[in-house]
Structure formats: C-alpha cells, structure tokens
C-alpha cells in the first residue's frame, strides 16, 4: 500500500530555516509528481510546492524565494527546504500523491514562534 511518511518539523524562530523529508514507499516514485501542503488552524489546507517526475519545482507565491522542493529519486523522498520562516509559516505540513486517488502523509508540525 501507498505509505508517506513526513519528518523534520519542529519549533524554530521567525528567520530560520526546517527541512522537511517525506519517504514514500508503494509507489513507482519516479513517475510520480510529487508535493507539499500545509494546514493552519482554522484555515483550509493549501498547496505549498509541487514537484514533477521531471524535477520541476513549482510554489504558491507566498513562499516564493523562500522554499526549495527537491527530491531524490533513488531515495524515494522528497524533501522542502525551508528558510527565512514567517510566523504565518506555522502549519501542519503533509505530503501528498495522487495515484487515482490523493494518498497523504501524516503531517509534520511546523511552528514558527519567537
């Protein structure tokens, strides 16, 4: 079965940097367009960064030149690089894939607070 699993939130201060890691397993990873979402309270959970099998980033504008998505293919994981933190940034952040149907992680707990 489809499993993802999330890691690397944690509490960090406005300005600093998270690296988030997502492993999947039960998917041909490769082929796969691959992306990262985020939950706030009481807000709707929203697309953060995709990536396609290809390696072609793409970000909501409000973490443009701030969050770089990767990912490595013989790892099957993907990863988002986090920098220059907002406190708005504060999320619960998942990972997500859609083979037919949307598949989800668990979510990581990022918080941004001084």
């Known amino acids: 079965q489809v499993q993802l699993v999330e890691s690397g939130g944690g509490l960090v201060q406005p300005g600093g940097s998270l690296r988030l890691s997502c492993a999947a397993s039960?998917?041909?990873?490769?082929?796969?367009?691959m992306r990262w979402y985020r939950q706030a309270p009481g807000k709707e959970r929203e697309l953060v960064a995709s990536?396609?099998?290809?390696?072609?980033?793409g970000y909501v504008d409000s973490v443009k030149g701030r969050f770089t998505i990767s990912r490595d293919n013989a790892a099957n994981t993907i990863y988002l690089q986090m920098n220059s933190l907002k406190l708005e940034d504060t999320a619960v952040y998942y990972c997500?894939?859609?083979?037919?149907?949307?598949?989800w992680g668990q979510g990581t707990q990022v918080t941004v607070s001084s």
């Open positions: 997500n894939v859609r083979v037919l149907v949307d598949y």
């Open positions: 039960g998917i041909i990873f490769s082929a796969n367009h």
């Open positions: 990536i396609t099998r290809g390696g072609s980033p």
